[in-house]
């Protein structure tokens, strides 16, 4: 009953396969990984400049106190499903096919008020119902597991935040569940921006 538009060359890509493949496009031009649980950016003083994309650990930063940010938590659902779709879904909810064949995603809330970042069993039947308004069979799929993470957002309006926040280091969040497709651009203007010394993309 619900209306749609089908995108022949949609694709659904699955995240951590597509980081794991960024990584190594990264390292085969130069990039050096260096694991660090940093804090402040007085702990990379000694880089000429920093791109903070921390999701929703960008607030911690003391430069970002003055952006207009605010944590959203949201919740998936790992289902089975009876019978595997051959494309992903997406409404006012999601139906994405995962890495395993017989699994699936449905998901997701946008939680403003929270009490912790734990997964809510409560939440499964509301996600069910926003799956099932535009594919009624999702109501019979098995839920395994209920997931949750936090994620950033603007306080306004849906676009990405990428600006220079202090006189060595930019800030590359709020991408939001449409960042995919435009991650990438920006990016590049960042870069861009940064070698040619400019303060905005």
């Known amino acids: 009953p619900a209306p749609g538009l089908w995108i022949p060359s949609g694709v659904t890509v699955f995240s951590k396969l597509y980081l794991q493949g960024l990584a190594k496009a990264c390292a085969q031009k130069g990039v050096r990984w260096q694991p660090r649980h940093i804090t402040s950016l007085q702990q990379l003083a000694e880089y000429e400049q920093v791109v903070l994309a921390t999701g929703e650990q960008t607030l911690q930063f003391a430069e970002c106190a003055?952006?207009?940010?605010?944590?959203?938590?949201?919740?998936?659902?790992?289902?089975?499903?009876?019978?595997?779709?051959?494309?992903?879904?997406?409404?006012?909810?999601?139906?994405t096919a995962t890495e395993q064949a017989t699994l699936c995603q449905i998901g997701s809330t946008y939680e403003h008020s929270f009490e912790d970042a734990r997964a809510n069993p409560d939440v499964?039947?509301?996600?069910?119902?926003?799956?099932?308004?535009?594919?009624?069979?999702?109501l019979d799929y098995e839920?395994?597991?209920?997931?949750?993470?936090?994620r950033i957002a603007p306080r306004t309006g849906y676009r990405p935040f990428a600006a220079k926040v202090a006189s060595k280091a930019?800030?590359?969040?709020?991408?939001?569940?449409r960042g995919l497709l435009y991650h990438a651009v920006i990016g590049q203007k960042i870069a861009a921006a940064i070698v040619a010394g400019r303060e905005e993309i």
């Open 66 to 95: 003055s952006v207009d940010f605010q944590i959203v938590k949201g919740q998936t659902l790992l289902c089975r499903w009876n019978q595997q779709l051959p494309c992903s879904l997406i409404g006012m909810g999601h139906i």
């Open 124 to 138: 499964a039947f509301e996600l069910l119902q926003k799956a099932a308004a535009f594919y009624p069979p999702a």
């Open 143 to 150: 839920i395994q597991e209920v997931r949750a993470g936090l």
């Open 170 to 177: 930019w800030v590359f969040s709020g991408l939001g569940s």
